[in-house]
């Protein structure tokens, strides 16, 4: 085509990795001036600044609510958007039923976040002994392959969510691409002597882990007496972690912060990044963990390990839902004596991988051979 291709970002949810992402990605592309960009959703709870009035207020609060599902896509539909990039699940039920349009259709893409909480990460990586998931979450699964089935692809971050859709969830493997996320380029901040500020950020739920962080960090001759823990996030395990804390060996070393939107200050401010989830994809506070030059503690879960394989890094890698290995990769963790180095690996890796400007190029090469071909 011989204008600027006609973007629409759909978002269902105002926070959480889908919504920074989204911002980010938006923002780079119309900062290439190479497409026209617009988000449709709540407002960003982070970043929506960024958007400088590209931006839609629309809300599908429930996956059941048909009428707003209706009316969301007529806004679209209205935009006239060439390419429709739905950027959570709920956005990919009602894109994928997008109206046809005078000159076709417009092309709907959907990047694949991530499967529902119950998801074990053995049954993620079909282990035979593996317990299934509920029967509700093997109706949102079956639900997500029909999506992936019907947009023209499905993007994922990381190659091992790409392995489950194909192998679990039959999607074929020409409707998948892979591409990387990106997060806001930070200053590389390493830590300054020994690991003593541990950061936790997301969201307080049972498989984030965070219970398990706070078990293993109280196990005896973990946690040094000068370390400390923060925990930006909120959710519905919050009080429970507020408990926990409170009335373990960690009390008055623990701070519970609640949401906010400030990362990356929160990141400068700490030594290190802990995240002890029991399934993860490829986490956006990891790449901005590394973006900062900070160590990351993390589960071997989804695509993290292939995050953290940074040449001159030392990998700090857990076995998910194991509380005393987790403890060892704490100890290990406040036992090196130059965390730095493994920082500045860090951050030059996130650089190459989690720029704006690279995954921006990737999506735009991506939305142009769809447009090329269709």
């Not at 994809?281 to 993290?304: F, H, I, S, W």
Request: with cysteine; glycine share 8%.
């Amino acid at each position: 085509m011989n204008r600027r291709p006609r973007i629409a970002y759909l978002l269902t949810q105002d926070r959480g990795g889908p919504v920074d992402l989204t911002v980010r990605l938006a923002t780079a592309l119309t900062e290439s001036d190479a497409a026209e960009v617009r988000v449709f959703g709540p407002p960003p709870a982070r970043g929506a600044e960024l958007l400088n009035g590209d931006f839609e207020e629309i809300s599908v609060p429930r996956k059941g609510d048909l009428a707003a599902g209706r009316r969301a896509r007529a806004v679209l539909h209205a935009w006239r958007p060439d390419v429709v990039h739905a950027q959570d699940r709920r956005a990919g039920l009602v894109s994928a039923s997008l109206p046809r349009r005078k000159g076709g259709p417009a092309a709907v893409v959907h990047t694949y976040h991530g499967v529902p909480d119950d998801v074990s990460e053995e049954w993620f990586r079909g282990e035979p002994s593996a317990s299934p998931p509920s029967p509700y979450t093997r109706v949102v699964l079956a639900a997500d392959a029909v999506v992936a089935r019907t947009v023209r692809h499905t993007l994922v971050p990381a190659a091992a969510m790409g392995d489950f859709l194909h192998t679990r969830l039959r999607v074929p493997a020409k409707r998948l691409r892979h591409i990387d996320n990106c997060v806001e380029p930070l200053p590389c901040l390493p830590p300054v002597g020994p690991v003593r500020h541990l950061l936790f950020v997301g969201l307080l739920v049972e498989r984030k882990g965070v219970l398990d962080l706070l078990r293993a960090l109280a196990s005896p001759g973990t946690m040094p007496a000068d370390a400390r823990l923060t925990i930006v996030g909120d959710g519905p395990q919050r009080a429970e972690v507020e408990r926990a804390a409170a009335q373990s060996p960690l009390a008055g070393r623990v701070d519970v912060l609640g949401f906010r939107s400030d990362v990356p200050a929160q990141l400068a401010a700490a030594d290190a990044l802990v995240l002890p989830s029991t399934m993860e994809q490829q986490p956006l506070v990891v790449a901005e963990a590394m973006m900062a030059g900070k160590p990351v503690l993390a589960t071997d879960t989804g695509g993290v390990a292939d995050m953290l394989d940074a040449p001159g890094a030392t990998r700090y890698l857990a076995e998910p839902g194991d509380v005393p290995d987790l403890a060892a990769r704490l100890r290990d963790l406040f036992a090196d004596p130059d965390p730095a180095r493994t920082g500045h690996a860090l951050a030059q890796a996130a650089r190459v991988k989690f720029d704006p400007a690279v995954c921006a190029r990737r999506h735009l090469e991506l939305y142009q051979s769809i447009l090329d071909t269709r």
